[in-house]
């Protein structure tokens, strides 16, 4: 009895040294409620986990992946063929310790923002479902004002998730908050033989939370302000037009994932 157990756990080291071992991609489909106050205004992108051998990830749109992977081949017209992204973030986390780079590409302005997020999560015993044949478990957070609950699996030992999310024994494979405005759901895991992140984090500029923020909010009130740009002069009628284009469409993005602002 003593070998057996033995060998059992000699067996679920192999099964996590293969995990660490090996580069992943974990796609995920994301609905979102852009208006708060229209539940018939949802969106959807796919979003990219990629976990390079266990020790750090990236979490962004598709089309972003798509957009940098074209950027670095001899194909730019490429360009044209996706659609544009509904986010303008990569997310990096790297697993042994609680900070999280945030990447955001304004096209004219790139910004680094880094913090330390320690997940408090409460696992909800004997709460279990299947995700794409995986036995999934329950647990609950809070984060940035929403409350959430996650969907884990223990079968994949890789503690991370969707958006910013990490610290599960396992994978999150569905996370969404109470009101459902934003629900994160894997519908697809492979491996790869790389996975690419291409980033140039030289690029970024390093930026506190308040200045970012009240970047957005110059960016709300003027628009325009994205496409600034010393090698291309746009007319002032059409950064005017631009502006009040924006600005309408803006009136109903009025609920981001994230609702309590960090001005630290």
């Known amino acids: 009895m003593k070998q057996y157990f033995i060998n059992l756990l000699l067996f679920f080291l192999l099964i996590q040294f293969a995990y660490s071992q090996t580069n992943y991609r974990v796609k995920y489909e994301l609905n979102f409620q852009i208006d708060s106050t229209n539940s018939k205004s949802i969106q959807n992108e796919i979003m990219y986990l990629d976990i390079k051998k266990s020790k750090y990830s990236y979490f962004r749109p598709e089309s972003i992946f798509l957009k940098d992977s074209i950027l670095q081949s001899n194909n730019p017209q490429s360009l044209f063929s996706i659609n544009k992204p509904k986010f303008n973030y990569t997310i990096e986390k790297v697993f042994n310790n609680n900070n999280i780079s945030s990447y955001y590409d304004y096209t004219a302005f790139k910004f680094k923002l880094s913090e330390s997020i320690d ?88 930026i506190s939370n308040k200045d970012f923020n009240d970047f957005k909010e110059r960016v709300k009130q003027k628009p325009s302000l994205v496409l600034q740009n010393p090698g291309i002069q746009i007319p002032k009628e059409g950064m005017d037009k631009y502006d009040r284009n924006h600005r309408e469409r803006n009136k109903h993005k009025n609920n981001p994932i994230e609702l309590k602002v960090n001005n630290e």
Do not use: M
Not at 124 to 149: E, M, P, Q, W
Not at 199 to 206: A, G, M, Q, R, T
């Open 119 to 206: 997940f408090k999560w409460e696992i909800i015993n004997g709460s279990t479902k299947t995700v794409l044949d995986y036995k999934v478990h329950k647990a609950t957070t809070s984060f940035k004002g929403r409350n959430y609950t996650a969907w884990y699996t223990n079968e994949i030992s890789i503690q991370d998730g969707p958006y910013k999310f990490k610290g599960l024994p396992g994978l999150i494979l569905e996370l969404y908050d109470e009101k459902n405005h934003y629900h994160f759901k894997a519908f697809s895991i492979q491996e790869l033989s790389d996975n690419k992140p291409y980033i140039v984090s030289e690029e970024y500029k390093l």
